[in-house]
């Protein structure tokens, strides 16, 4: 299993990046998917996840109407699009699929939102 993040950087707050995770090595169209971040110091949180078939999603409260996940099944690609982008979003950004009893991480993307 490989998870493969990018599209981090470094924004002013108001704006937006959009995150991707390319994933390969198992049946990508079978499992959940799951974007996590951790800021410095703090643990590594849920920001929000999506069913196998992307009729499903589910946000942490602090990210709810600013944040959306979705898929590309074909592209074998999960997405995060974030908007309007707070100071307190910056962290390491972590893509997270649990294959097999097994938890697997991408290696993150860093965003930092900041003037």
């Known amino acids: 299993v490989q998870l493969v993040e990018s599209g981090g950087g470094l924004v002013q707050p108001g704006g937006s990046l959009r995150l991707s995770c390319a994933a390969s090595?198992?049946?990508?169209?079978?499992?959940?998917m799951t974007w996590y971040r951790q800021a410095p110091g703090k643990e590594r949180d849920l920001v929000a996840d999506i069913s196998n078939t992307g009729g499903s999603t589910n946000y942490a409260d602090s990210v709810k109407g600013r944040f959306t996940i979705s898929r590309d099944n074909a592209k074998n690609t999960v997405y995060l699009r974030m908007n309007n982008l707070k100071p307190e979003d910056t962290a390491v950004y972590y893509c997270?699929?649990?294959?097999?009893?097994?938890?697997?991480w991408g290696q993150g993307t860093q965003v930092t939102v900041s003037s």
């Open positions: 090595g198992f049946t990508f169209s079978s499992y959940g």
């Open positions: 997270y699929v649990r294959w097999r009893a097994q938890n697997y």
